[in-house]
């Protein structure tokens, strides 16, 4: 059982679609954080969010963390064929000191 | 800008045989951390050290052992490579808990 769900699992869409994607637990987080993976590289980040109800924009991406800090999205207004990638979630648990990752979305843009 | 190195990038080693995995690090972090990751799995910490000497065990730690003789050095050691060790191993720096910068990652294959 993964402590940070994430979904969809797999999205393929056309360019100029808008996406959201999803990262959820039944943990609350002291803070979470967006990376985005290429295919034979490593994760990079993206974000940190902190605050509960946090709203943070990145150009086209927009990150928001849950009011309770169970939960955040990811959403990309008219994707382009350079967000293609993993886009992993992850964070630690107020409880315990272990930091966690989801098993990621595939986001697949198609020109 | 690579603060942060892996080698090799690529290997191929028989079952039985002991592997090195080595990263390297020109950031003066302090945390330093293995992970590796499986499709379906995500990214799960092996071992991580918080210090010159100061190590401890992360989520799938059996079979690995890791050495850090210098701030800059994180060695991961496979002493008895298996099947199921074939992964793809990324090295993670942090200076906080507020973001990890990865390695580009090595691509193992125990045969």
């Known amino acids: 059982t993964q402590l940070l769900e994430q979904s969809p699992q797999f999205l393929s869409i056309q360019e100029g679609e808008n996406l959201t994607v999803y990262c959820n637990s039944s943990s609350v987080f002291s803070s979470l954080q967006w990376y985005r993976q290429e295919p034979g590289e490593g994760p990079v980040l993206l974000v940190t969010?902190?605050?509960?109800?946090e709203v943070k924009k990145l150009k086209r991406l927009t990150f928001q963390f849950g009011d309770a800090r169970k939960d955040s999205s990811l959403h990309i207004t008219a994707a382009q064929p350079g967000d293609t990638g993993l886009y992993l979630c992850a964070g630690a648990p107020d409880t315990g000191n272990q930091f966690y990752f989801g098993t990621g979305t595939s986001l697949t843009v198609i020109p | 800008d690579a603060g942060i190195t892996q080698s090799p990038r690529h290997k191929v080693t028989e079952t039985g045989t002991p592997v090195t995995l080595r990263c390297h690090q020109t950031?003066?972090?302090?945390?330093m951390y293995w992970y590796r990751q499986d499709p379906g799995h995500g990214l799960r910490l092996i071992h991580y050290?918080?210090?010159?000497?100061?190590?401890d065990k992360g989520e799938v730690s059996d079979g690995y052992s890791v050495s850090r003789s210098k701030t800059e050095d994180f060695l991961l050691t496979l002493e008895s490579a298996t099947s199921s060790q074939t992964s793809v191993y990324f090295c993670a720096i942090s200076e906080t808990v507020y973001g990890y910068t990865f390695g580009s990652g090595t691509r193992l294959t125990v045969v």
């Open positions: 950031e003066n972090h302090r945390y």
């Open positions: 969010v902190v605050t509960g109800g």
């Open positions: 050290s918080y210090g010159v000497k100061d190590t």
